[in-house]
RNA sequence: CGGGGUGUAGCGCAGCCUGGUAGCGCAUCGGCUUUGGGAGCCGAGGGUCGGAGGUUCGAAUCCUCUCGCCCCGACCA
């Protein structure tokens, strides 16, 4: 490809709208630009790289056996009907009405379109396990898009889909898409890990998210420092509520009622009262899925997980305003468990403890030494919170866990019979009786790919992309294209590298070096060829990495033999 | 959808408070010089001041409405 003749527009000024280094590198290398909120288009050169993650992708779906189809992306709201989510998915589903007034969306996912290709075409269990696949442009109206295509609204997916007679091929299926991720983004480049998910509103039994970790990651990750185990905060569990003996209420004063006139936070009676957070209760008020309010108690200290939250308490699950807490339950900032009617659901960490600081129910009042069973009912003791760094490892005992940012690239799904129950999928079994098939459904987000794949590879001067999602392998710098001798000798290494396969650009433009040493750095081919110059006239050119490489001197007709030791020490 | 910010030349911004007919840097075009890390000088072109309405002799500036974009909270590949 010749930069002379290919649109790059790239930019000196970091962009004012950019909030991470890939949306920014993304702007700046003339990759994308922007047509509206969360929805791009994809340059030249930025589709080169959506292209190498694309066929990088396929190549190993294909190996693992999964077959390629394009599904429309427009489908009709009568799919959606069926399976329950036409109501139920919300304003993320991107609704339109043609002509004739039929309601359709554009699809934000298809597990519907699926199960209803499956349901007309597959009959026999003879045909199955079945794994379809496709590459597609999907749309989530998502409430804030930000982050450039890491969270557009518009954005290339692959999305698979398995379909299995029982729940062991299930497994093999999910495990067969599980191991060709971990290929997938190995071939990527990228540093990543799995970990156990959140099923959310998607449903399902077991899930497993890939991350690739970097500091701009919007999910935390929680792994051990000894054993495998790693999960999404959302999640994670820790060992730190097992063990160790229960506190005795006897040992403990009576309960009493003290007064702490405006203190409302945690952290106002902790330091009012002078005594350690943990022996504090905070007391959070939660609507179920039915309508019910609920008490919810945490540690002081501690954070809760809405995701656990929702488990627990039915997908409608919400946190009421503080006003509606006001009118309902009590004075916020002075809540407490003791005399409340409502449900009491209290996190596991308060299980084995006693002696509590509460809320008195009473504005400006709080309880303190406050015990189960002697001064309120043991309540059902749930785990409903987020865990901490340092907690020890629920699963190995012996290790801690960590945090880290991840941005979520995939995520694989066992999805069970929900929606091939509800959009009534059935294949003849080998007893002759019609079977509702397993569902599992694998995602990856290629266009997020390319984003997060910058996140980790990039420095100061531009992106340094690893090279099997490079735009090119190779760069060639032609100082000046108007000596004779030197854009020769450029062209012939040009034509030289495309016969062998190697993808190269040349900057043929008639631009000053500082522009070109710039461009360069930011489109970042893993390996440069400086041509002309100093070094041309002795005879040289000039090799140099982008991973922070000095130049090296080669005579040109070494260059190529140099070039492809280079690239093959790079794979 | 709530809360906040912003919209002026292709890009980044000043001007707005205190109304008087639009400016700076970069980019673009032409010329000369320069040529190992986003050149220098000279000259030129380019703006419905997001849109609509209003106040006023006069509006980028004040008022009302509206739209886009960005940021902070719930969704997700």
Known sequence: ?????????????????????????????????????????????GLRVLRKVENIVREEMDAAGAQEVLMP??????????????????????????????????????EEVIADLVRREVRSYKELPANFYQIQTKFRDEIRPRFGVMRGREFLMKDAYSFNLDQESLDESYQSMFDAYVKIFERC??????????????????????????????????????????????????????????????????????????QKSIDDVVAYLKIPVEKTIKTLVAVDGEGEWTLLLLRGDHELNEAKARVLLGDGFRIPTPEEVAEKVGPV??????????????????????????????????????????????????????????????????????????????????????YSRAMNVTVLG?????????????????????????????????????????????????????????SGIAETLYSDLNSRGIETILDDRDERMG??????????????VLVGGRSLKEGVLELQTRKGGKAERVPPQEIVAELEQRLAALR
């Open 430 to 486: 080998p007893d002759g009786r019609e079977t509702v098939p397993e569902m599992g459904c694998y995602g990856i987000g290629v266009s997020r790919v390319v984003a997060a794949a910058i996140e980790q590879n990039h420095d100061d001067n531009g992106i340094v992309w690893p090279l099997a999602i490079a735009p090119f392998s190779v760069e060639i710098l032609l100082l000046n294209p108007k000596d004779a001798n030197a």
């Open 1 to 45: 490809m010749r930069f002379s003749r290919v649109l790059i527009p790239t930019v000196k000024e970091t962009p004012s709208e950019t909030q991470v280094i890939s949306h920014t590198l993304m702007i700046r290398s003339g990759l994308i630009r922007q047509l509206s909120a969360g929805i791009y288009t994809w340059l030249p050169i």
């Open 73 to 110: 992306a427009v489908q009709p709201s009568e799919l959606w009907r069926e399976s329950g989510r036409w109501d139920f998915y919300g304003k993320e589903l991107l609704r339109i009405t043609d002509r004739h007034n039929r309601a359709f969306c554009f699809g934000p996912t298809h």
């Open 515 to 528: 522009v070109k040493f710039k461009d360069a750095d930011l489109l970042g081919a893993p390996l440069r």
């Open 333 to 418: 900032g002075s809540l407490g468990p003791v005399g409340s009617e409502l449900t009491v659901l209290a996190d596991e960490m308060l299980e084995k403890s006693n002696g509590f600081v509460c809320g008195a129910n009473e504005e400006g009042w709080h309880l303190t030494n406050v015990c189960w069973d002697r001064d309120l009912p043991r309540p059902r003791f749930v785990d409903v919170r987020n865990v901490t760094v340092g907690e020890p490892c629920a699963h190995c005992g012996s290790g801690t866990l960590a945090m880290d940012r991840g941005i979520e690239v995939g995520h694989v799904f066992k999805l069970g019979d929900k």
């Open 189 to 262: 480049g990228l540093r990543f890990r799995p970990v156990e998910a959140d099923t959310g509103t998607i449903g399902g039994a077991a899930s497993h998210e890939f991350h690739v970790l970097a500091e701009s990651g919007e999910d935390t990750i929680v792994s051990c420092s000894d054993c495998s185990y790693a999960a999404n905060l959302e999640k994670a569990v820790s060992g730190a509520a097992q063990g160790g003996e229960s506190l005795d209420a006897s040992t403990i004063p009576e309960m009493a009622r003290t007064e702490t006139p405006g």
